[in-house]
């Protein structure tokens, strides 16, 4: 009997659920009978053997993307108490707390999504359910300095102002941060995107949904520090961009 590839990796205990397969597949890093597999509904037979290919640094791909913002901009993690949100699997959360976080609150629209690593580990806090335009201060189970954010199907435009009540000084920490993963196929608008059929290649598009992101974290008092293009493409093969905010001083 065959099965799809990734039922089969979580059959065999390679991974632990069908998401992670589907993401390693996605990053090439799983070979069938030596041929590197191209899609997660690929059928297997039960004497086809199935291989990891090279091991995560973190649970996903997202915790990459990350680490090269914050290696770019010079943000300092250790000690810092964080928000992650758009969580999902919580590789964004895992590099933070790789980078010496002390702790970390996750959270998501989603449910099911957190890797069992992450929702296991008591520096994370975690909440599922939960859309971020409806969240507050008070929501917050301690304050944090740093916010990130990997957001899909969603203008960051949108929750601006939402971002900017959740993040401010803690401890020592009295300048806040955020880093934004802006996704330019949730920015230049559905009829744009669907042009391209969810991918957009034209650094055109991709500056002015940079831009627009920018202005409305000007309009909500905050500054751009810096932006670098991901070395991680998105999904579908889409560009991507890090983009390092600060809170403007306040009179």
Request: with cysteine; aromatic share 4%.
């Amino acid at each position: 009997m065959r099965i799809r590839l990734d039922a089969a990796m979580v059959k065999r205990g390679l991974v632990t659920t069908r998401s992670e397969a589907n993401r390693l597949i996605e990053d090439h890093a799983v070979s069938v009978s030596g041929v590197i597999a191209e899609k997660p509904s690929r059928l297997v037979s039960a004497d086809e053997p199935v291989e990891i290919l090279k091991t995560r640094r973190f649970v996903s791909r997202g915790g990459e993307k990350l680490e090269g913002a914050l290696d770019r901009f010079g943000i300092v993690v250790t000690g810092r108490s964080a928000i992650d949100v758009g969580s999902s699997t919580g590789g964004f959360t895992d590099c933070l707390l790789q980078r010496g976080a002390a702790r970390v609150f996750a959270v998501d629209v989603g449910r099911n999504q957190l890797h069992e690593r992450m929702a296991n580990d008591p520096r994370v806090v975690w909440r599922e359910g939960v859309n971020v335009r409806d969240m507050g201060p008070d929501d917050l189970p301690f304050a944090c300095s740093l916010l990130v954010a990997d957001l899909s199907f969603i203008s960051l435009t949108v929750v601006m102002a939402a971002l900017d009540r959740l993040v401010g000084s803690e401890g020592s920490f009295t300048d806040p941060e955020m880093v934004l993963l802006v996704k330019p196929q949730f920015e230049v608008g559905r009829q744009e995107a669907s042009k391209g059929k969810g991918v957009i290649t034209d650094p055109v598009l991709h500056r002015e949904s940079v831009d627009r992101v920018v202005a409305a974290a000007l309009d909500a008092g905050w500054l751009e520090r810096g932006l670098v293009e991901s070395s991680i493409k998105g999904q579908d093969g889409n560009t991507e961009f890090l983009l390092h905010l600060s809170r403007a001083p306040r009179a």
